[in-house]
């Protein structure tokens, strides 16, 4: 296999989303698993030997006291996961979601020095903690805790260990739901729906009444034929109704309706009936505009069972007839159901990150390490960097608090413009979740499965090495380990919003009106913004880019890496031999550590 050009490798992507399509929706490898499923608890942890702090006599914030009431106030402790190598994992559930994200806690050994503030670790896009603790010898985490600093790695949403309340009951449901389980809800709904108001110059709602189907052959389909098949067309089609109404400007959507339904065309050889068969697509596309009720979940059965009856008659009407085509119809409704589910599954960005998952993490880390002014000390490896200019940035604008005493960034940038980043190249990586409708890239599906027999020249992924780690900068054994077990599945929605840092400006808000690197002159945080000198990833100019829009005086540069060596990559300045041999950080932090009575 040659080197890949840019239109190659985005084929190269596109397929392996498409594979992953075919894979169970939500499956990891084992360093992204769930832990065992455990009853959902406000605040879950496992300690590796101690036991969990005292409770924080601190008043907490209102979506602590919203999250504690809506789960059991006590932790529920159990054996900590064998791919966890922190003293403790921790769990905070995110407000408003489903989603608890995990916590590795590593605590400082007694004869380590004495600090004021917890340290808190963020690690870069689809990745989990291992970057950060990749063996004793090479544990960044372990490092900071024994220097003293109460040390948090966190796993986003969707990364690693962090787990959603719908997985960890799902072992405990699935034998109890029924077929038609989970359209429930649609069945119990009230036919009258009154949504809000189109019109905001009023408050008065805007009735509208569900429209009925009156086509005689709908209502009376004879459904002996296949009625498993209808069951599950409707049942497909109902959950597709139903998530088109909860994204009402999502194209994606009416996209992926249109494509099942130009699949569904193809299954008949006849074009004769093709004009009834679109038809039936067309009265169930203008049901999903409506909220879902009882009434159109049976008008959607109604017109699965039209549309079973269409292709069943076809076959028999052409000749030599055609066999199989039911498990082709039905092959065609699974493809479809694991497109709605990764949608759901992996519907989040950039924005969810630090709006949600990073304030949940600062909250629970300062309930769990008490502090004296409420704040802490943070490292941003990569879109952890990112996330943390992100968040000092809003911080500035709207003149708040960040709750950070000081921030390091390492290989992180908001501004890529100037640079010549590699990332340039793989820009279009968000481009097969766009062209074939993908919500999610499987990045770690895809290393874990070609880095074995593609890591060495010719063949692309030889050139992880040089993106990943300098020459002899990391053992050979932990560079396989980082690739084959740090990597996660990516939804689009992140790609597609981090390539914006890419586009005059800089990085911004998913509506596209927040430039983050212009509020960052207006922080008062101080930082230490770090780059590897043969990082092409983020090169030192592309940090650099950001470091220009902060206020001198707040904002200290360094290049790690000299002329004759050593050099580092971007995952150098985390995991390499020589990532915790520079004092620069601990001296950084110290500083900044003490606490003004």
């Known amino acids: ?81 064998a791919i966890c190598t922190a003293d403790e994992l921790h769990y905070a559930p995110v407000p408003g979601t489903e989603w608890r994200i995990a916590l590795w806690r590593y605590r400082p050994p007694p004869e380590a020095p004495k600090r004021n503030h917890p340290l808190m670790l963020l690690s870069g896009v689809a990745t989990n903690a291992m970057g950060f603790d990749l ?118 959507l009416r996209n992926i309706a249109d494509s099942f339904f130009d699949r569904v065309t193809e299954l008949h050889p006849d074009d004769s009936l093709t004009t009834s068969i679109e038809e039936v697509a067309d009265k169930i596309l203008g049901l999903m505009e409506f909220p879902q009720t009882s009434a159109i979940y049976d008008q959607i059965s109604q017109l699965s069972q039209r549309l079973v009856k269409i292709l069943g008659e076809g076959q028999q009407n052409v000749s030599p007839r055609l066999f199989g085509w039911q498990e082709r119809l039905s092959a065609t409704i699974e493809d479809l159901q694991k497109q709605l589910e990764l949608i759901i599954s992996y519907d989040w960005d950039f924005d969810h990150y630090l709006e949600e998952d990073v304030p949940t993490a600062i909250d629970y880390i300062k309930q769990q390490s008490i502090t004296k002014d409420g704040k802490l000390l943070a490292i941003g490896h990569s879109m952890g960097g990112i996330l943390l200019y992100a968040m000092i940035s809003k911080c500035g604008f709207e003149g708040a608090d960040p709750e950070l005493a000081a921030i390091v960034t390492l290989a992180s940038s908001v501004d890529y413009t100037t640079s010549n980043s590699s990332l340039k190249l793989l820009v279009p990586l968000a481009d097969p979740a766009e062209m074939l409708r993908v919500p999610a890239i499987p990045l770690g599906t895809l290393l874990s499965t070609t880095y074995p027999i593609s890591s060495r020249a010719p063949y692309i992924l030889s050139l992880l090495r040089s993106q990943i780690s300098a020459k002899d900068m990391m053992d050979p054994e932990l560079l396989s380990k980082l690739i084959l077990n740090n990597f996660c599945t990516v939804p689009a929605k992140v790609l597609l919003q981090l390539t914006t840092a890419f586009r005059d400006g800089g990085l911004r808000n998913r509506t596209g009106t927040f430039f983050f690197k212009e509020h960052l002159r207006k922080i008062k945080v101080p930082v230490l913004a770090l780059a590897g000198d043969e990082d092409l990833i983020c090169p030192p100019e592309a940090v650099y880019e950001t470091v220009k829009a902060i206020p001198q005086h707040l904002v200290t540069y360094k290049v790690f890496g000299k002329p004759e060596g050593p050099h580092y990559a971007h995952y150098d300045l985390v995991g390499g031999r020589k990532a915790v041999h520079d004092p620069c950080i601990i001296e950084f932090l110290s500083q900044h550590d003490e606490v003004s009575s």
């Not at 309340?165 to 034998?175: F, I, V």
Request: net charge positive; hydrophobic share 40%.
């Open 1 to 81: 296999m040659p080197l890949l050009h840019g239109a190659n490798l985005r084929l190269l992507l596109a397929g392996a989303a498409v594979a992953h399509l075919s894979s169970a929706p939500i499956a990891r490898a084992s360093q992204c698993a769930p832990p065992a499923p455990l009853r959902l608890r406000a605040f879950a942890n496992y300690s590796a030997s101690e036991p969990p702090p005292p409770p924080s006599s601190a008043s907490p914030s209102p979506s602590r006291v919203l999250a504690s009431a809506a789960a059991a106030c006590d932790c529920e402790k159990g054996a900590k996961p």
């Open 135 to 252: 063996s004793p010898g090479a544990s960044f985490a372990r490092h900071m805790s024994m220097q003293g600093f109460d040390t948090w790695i966190v796993e986003l949403r969707g990364a690693g260990l962090s787990t959603r309340g719908s997985e960890l009951a799902a072992a405990s449901t699935k034998s109890d739901l029924s077929p038609n389980s989970g359209v429930d809800d649609i069945l119990t709904k009230k036919v009258n729906v009154i949504p809000p108001a189109k019109d905001m110059s009023t408050n008065e709602p805007q009735r509208f009444e569900v429209p009925v189907l009156t086509d005689k052959n709908v209502v009376e389909t004879n459904t002996s034929e296949d009625p498993q098949l209808v069951t599950k067309l409707t049942n497909a089609l109902a959950r597709l109704s139903a998530t088109f109404s909860g994204y009402v400007n999502d194209s994606r």
